[in-house]
C-alpha cells in the first residue's frame, strides 16, 4: 500500500498500545460505519511509504472522553463484511484479504 505526499499529508493519526505497554503511532486510511459499529482502516506510520506494508481494520469498542479504544476483529463474517466496505469506498488504496 503506497500513497503519495499530498494524500499522505491528510490523514489522521492515532496511537495504539499494544499488551506489553508499547505505544506505535498509526495513521487513519479510512473510516466507516456498519452495523451500528465504527471501523477504521489503519496503516503503520512508519511503514506508510512501504508499498508491500499491511493495513489492519479495527472495530471501536469503547469511547472514553477524548479516548477511543479499538480492537482486531474476530470475527471472520464481520471482517470479511467490513473490508469488502473499505475496497468498495477505497478510491485511493486497493484492499486485498489474505485466505
Given at each position: 500500500?503506497?500513497?503519495?505526499?499530498?494524500?499522505?499529508?491528510?490523514?489522521?493519526?492515532?496511537?495504539?498500545?499494544?499488551?506489553?505497554?508499547?505505544?506505535?503511532?498509526?495513521?487513519?486510511?479510512?473510516?466507516?460505519?456498519?452495523?451500528g459499529n465504527k471501523y477504521i482502516l489503519v496503516l503503520e506510520s512508519a511503514l506508510i511509504d512501504d508499498e508491500d506494508a499491511e493495513a489492519m481494520v479495527l472495530k471501536k469498542i469503547a469511547e472514553d472522553g477524548e479516548e477511543d479504544s479499538y480492537?482486531?476483529?474476530?470475527?471472520d463474517e464481520e471482517f470479511d463484511k467490513v473490508?469488502?466496505?473499505?475496497?468498495?469506498?477505497?478510491?485511493?488504496?486497493?484492499?486485498?484479504?489474505?485466505?
Open positions: 500500500m503506497a500513497f503519495e505526499e499530498d494524500f499522505v499529508e491528510e490523514f489522521d493519526t492515532i496511537l495504539l498500545t499494544d499488551e506489553d505497554g508499547i505505544e506505535t503511532e498509526f495513521m487513519i486510511i479510512d473510516s466507516l460505519e456498519y452495523d480492537e482486531l476483529i474476530e470475527d473490508a469488502d466496505l473499505f475496497a468498495a469506498q477505497g478510491e485511493d488504496y486497493d484492499v486485498e484479504v489474505e485466505e
